[in-house]
T-cell receptor, first 109, second 113 residues
Framework: GEDVEQSLFLSVREGDSSVINCTYTDSSSTYLYWYKQEPGAGLQLLTYIFSNMDMKQDQRLTVLLNKKDKHLSLRIADTQTGDSAIYFCAEFNTDKLIFGTGTRLQVFP | KAGVTQTPRYLIKTRGQQVTLSCSPISGHRSVSWYQQTPGQGLQFLFEYFSETQRNKGNFPGRFSGRQFSNSRSEMNVSTLELGDSALYLC????????????FGNGTRLTVT
């Protein structure tokens, strides 16, 4: 079955690292994505990882993929107030994205 | 390169009416997908078009339809609107090659009263 799960909320202090977790169920997914959504806006593509990779780093963002446990995480280093948003993980399967519920990240000073 | 453009940004309609939403993909992108976002159901796939053909369809009633033109622009139509159709409708485009990522527009916020 197709199901992607995320925790609903995460609160971090400015300057700390944030880690957002995601689990998925379909092992045939080819790509896994992270999108960011700010209030009143669409989805901004942050990064994505191919299913045969373990890790991908892009500036402050690090994606870790544990294919055995079907677990994906997004680490944001040196979290800033501008990182406050909802973060969605999604698996790409049969030409469509299946999204998680989204994690609301709140950054406080 | 300009991003995915959706028009209009906001729409207010009454029950029973129909609505057409428009999406212009990133230049060179041939695949356009539509998603519905609601607080209760989250983000759900509606359909995908590639080279004017519907390639994939989500689990939505027949009142939801779409099409793609030869310039890759896409429209989606919802007929006989219901209150539950109130949502943010997001369009995404990708080049269409196997590994290409999806890029989203800012969406059209539809309110049905």
């Amino acid at each position: 079955g197709e199901d992607v799960e995320q925790s609903l909320f995460l609160s971090v202090r400015e300057g700390d690292s944030s880690v957002i977790n995601c689990t998925y169920t379909d092992s045939s997914s080819t790509y896994l994505y992270w999108y960011k959504q700010e209030p009143g806006a669409g989805l901004q593509l942050l990064t994505y990882i191919f299913s045969n990779m373990d890790m991908k780093q892009d500036q402050r963002l690090t994606v870790l993929l544990n294919k055995k446990d079907k677990h994906l995480s997004l680490r944001i280093a040196d979290t800033q107030t501008g990182d406050s948003a909802i973060y969605f993980c999604a698996e790409f399967n049969t030409d469509k994205l299946i999204f998680g519920t989204g994690t609301r990240l709140q950054v406080f000073p | 390169k300009a991003g995915v453009t959706q028009t209009p940004r906001y729409l207010i309609k009454t029950r029973g009416q129909q609505v057409t939403l428009s999406c212009s993909p990133i230049s060179g992108h041939r695949s356009v997908s539509w998603y519905q976002q609601t607080p209760g159901q989250g983000l759900q796939f509606l359909f995908e078009y590639f080279s004017e053909t519907q390639r994939n369809k989500g689990n939505f009633p027949g009142r939801f339809s779409g099409r793609q033109f030869s310039n890759s622009r896409s429209e989606m139509n919802v007929s006989t609107l219901e209150l539950g159709d109130s949502a943010l409708y997001l369009c995404a485009s990708r080049s269409g090659t196997v590994n290409s990522p999806l890029h989203f527009g800012n969406g059209t916020r539809l309110t049905v009263t």
